[in-house]
């Protein structure tokens, strides 16, 4: 909500009142005197009149998981446990996922409270690469080079896939390059040349890569840099 909206909403000011508080300098957001009643108040803003705080603002929170196999990417599942019930933190209600990876894929799974991040995380036009280390039943044809760069035609969603980068860096394991991030896009390229992934793991997404301290299961809170990279 615009921060002029925000004091007119509330019962003691009307718009004019807002103007006029802004104008006079007594409105702070963020800790920073704030003027402009087109600012944006999000539930982790902090917002200040004089000397009182009218909302303080609820911590917005960020953190990489070191998914493991076997653990589902949701906030809620009747049979398995989900990726929510490996963080010892408060209010694991108000978290979500910000993508998701199948049961049998482990590596880097981001979570927060933040929609507005995790929409510009998941985002279709968001090309940042994902990047995941595949290891496949049968050698790798040579040929998936080309064809992965070329895009691959999902029938299902009717689409080309976006160009992606495959390295083969051993007869059955290579490293893939995404762009997006369709349903099972990895084992779908991978069963057009009817070979079976045995292992997947993302080790990174964007500029963000998993922290190679944490093993399986563990977490830790990103940093402002991370945060701010995407
Ligand atoms: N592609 C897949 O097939 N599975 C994942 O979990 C991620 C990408």
Redesign the pocket.
Known sequence: MRLDRFLSNLPRFNRQDARQLLAGGRVRLDGQPCFDGRREVRIFSRVELDEEVLQAGKAARYFMLHKPIGVV?ATEHPEHRTVLDLLDEPDTHDLHLAG???L??SGLLLITNDGQWSRRVTAPQNKQP?V?LVDTEDPIDPACVEVFAAGLYFRFEDLVTRPAELEILAPRRARLT?HE????????MFGHFQNK?VD?H?VSMGALQLDERLCPGQYRALEADEIGSF
């Open positions: 990417s998701r990876l199948d049998n894929t994902k995941y995404l991030g369709r349903y099972h896009q990895v084992k779908r992934i997947l993302r």
